[in-house]
Structure formats: C-alpha cells, structure tokens
C-alpha cells in the first residue's frame, strides 16, 4: 500500500507543517496530526488547510488537543490528560494518500515512556525526513537518520527547507545514505498560491510514492 507517509523533522520549528501544506496539496492527500500541543496560535491543521488548500473533510481530526505549545508529555500533564498511546492508530484515509505529522523532532516523548519515533517503528511507515539547511543542520540530520535506520524505518528522503546550501545538503545524503527530495526556498510572504507553486517547483510527486 502506498498511502500514508510520516513527515518528521530534525526539531521543532523546521517547517514540517508548511512542508506537509505543500505536500498535500501536491499528492491530493488528506492530513493529520494526531497530536497537537498548542491551541492559541493556528494549530497545524489549520494552517494546513489554508496553506495546502484543502477542503476542511481533507483534515483528519487529531486524537489530542493540548493547550500548552510544549512536548506534549508536558502539555498533556498540565491539561490533566493522560496520552494513551495505545489509541494512536492509523486512521482509513478512503482513496486518498495521508500525510501524518509529528510533533518537534524524532524523540520527543508523548508519555514518560513513549517517544515519537517509538510510534513510528509501530506504524512501519516510511518518513520524510524535513531538515533546515542552516548550520547545525548537518549534525541534527544525522543523528535523526541514525535513529531512525536503528529502529527500521524506512526513510523516503530528506526534504530541505530554507536558503540553498549546497555543501550542507549533499554531507547530509552522502554521508548519511539518503535521498535527496527538494529544497523548499523560504517564502516571504508565505500564501498559498506561493507555497504550492513553489513546492511544485521543488518536488516530484513520484518520489513520494513507494512499495
Ligand atoms: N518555506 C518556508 N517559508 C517561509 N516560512 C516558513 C517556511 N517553512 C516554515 N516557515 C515558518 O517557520 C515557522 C515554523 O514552521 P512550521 O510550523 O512548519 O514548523 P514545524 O516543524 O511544523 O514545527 P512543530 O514542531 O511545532 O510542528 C512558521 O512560522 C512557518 O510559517
Ligand atoms: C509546541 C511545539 N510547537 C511542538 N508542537 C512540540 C515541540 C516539542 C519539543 C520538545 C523538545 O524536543 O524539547
Ligand atoms: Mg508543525
């Protein structure tokens, strides 16, 4: 099956949502974060559907909304709420492909003893990996890759997000053995129009298909 894809990133703050924006808008996928942390602001899937164009029944509803924009374990402790991360299963997407975003980097931990990638290993997904292209990215990249390919998870690419940085990309797939997808330019002003032209420009739909 060739129908869910995880995007994850090398921290918080990466692009990962406007990333999955874009990504959505360009395979025709529903979406879903299954976790938000965070509702004063635009939650994820808000400005996914604005950013990515999409219908509001593209947008699978998420299992936890937490007030708090902090590691969820933390922001679902100061809400009360227990994260049971047994009722963390993949939802039936219909024809559609699905494109499910985590929350900050790979470790960051939902219960006192769950990580996100542990979700990950579960769902036996292949992840999209969102990286900057700013200094700091090369090592944040590889120790992301590292944790992943230790746990079995199959890594569809590198998605780089900002300024071109040509050394920077290439020591992280050289050396890390991973599939250069694109380079989403940062966009001032970042619209809709502009993020979906760009992210046609950027990437090939193709390469988000996989066996
Ligand atoms: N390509 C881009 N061009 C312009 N601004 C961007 C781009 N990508 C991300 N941003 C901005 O950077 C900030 C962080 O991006 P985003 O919310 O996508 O990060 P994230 O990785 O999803 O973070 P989180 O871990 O909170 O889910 C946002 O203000 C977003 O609008
Ligand atoms: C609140 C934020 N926007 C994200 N949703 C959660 C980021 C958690 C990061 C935890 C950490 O790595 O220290
Ligand atoms: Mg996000």
Redesign the pocket.
Same mark, same amino acid.
């Given at each position: 099956m060739n129908k869910r894809i995880v995007v994850t %990133?090398t921290d918080?703050?990466?692009?990962?949502?406007?990333f999955s924006a874009g990504l959505a808008g360009l395979l025709g996928a529903n979406y879903w974060k299954p976790v938000q942390a965070g509702l004063e602001q635009e939650t994820?899937s808000e400005c996914v559907r604005r950013l990515g164009g999409l219908s509001s029944d593209r947008i699978v509803p998420e299992l936890y909304r937490l007030r708090t924009p902090a590691s969820p374990h933390y922001s679902a402790e100061i809400d009360g709420v227990r994260i049971d991360t047994e009722t963390l299963r993949l939802p039936d997407s219909g024809e559609r492909q699905l494109v499910i975003?985590g929350? %900050?980097g790979l470790m960051v931990p939902l219960t006192a003893r769950t990580l996100y990638i542990d979700i990950f290993e579960r769902w036996q997904l292949p992840v999209v990996l969102?990286a900057k292209t700013e200094l700091g990215t090369i090592n944040h990249s590889l120790l992301s890759i590292e944790a992943l390919r230790k746990r079995q998870i199959r890594i569809l690419g590198i998605a780089f997000?900002g300024e071109r940085n040509a050394e920077t990309e290439s020591a992280v797939c050289e050396i890390g053995r991973v599939r250069w997808l694109g380079r989403?330019?940062?966009?001032?002003p970042?619209t809709d129009d502009r993020l979906q032209a760009a992210f046609k420009d950027a990437f090939v739909s193709s390469d988000f298909l996989y066996l």
């Open positions: %990133g918080t703050g990466v692009g990962k949502t406007v994820d975003e929350a %900050g969102c997000v989403l330019p940062w966009l001032v970042l």
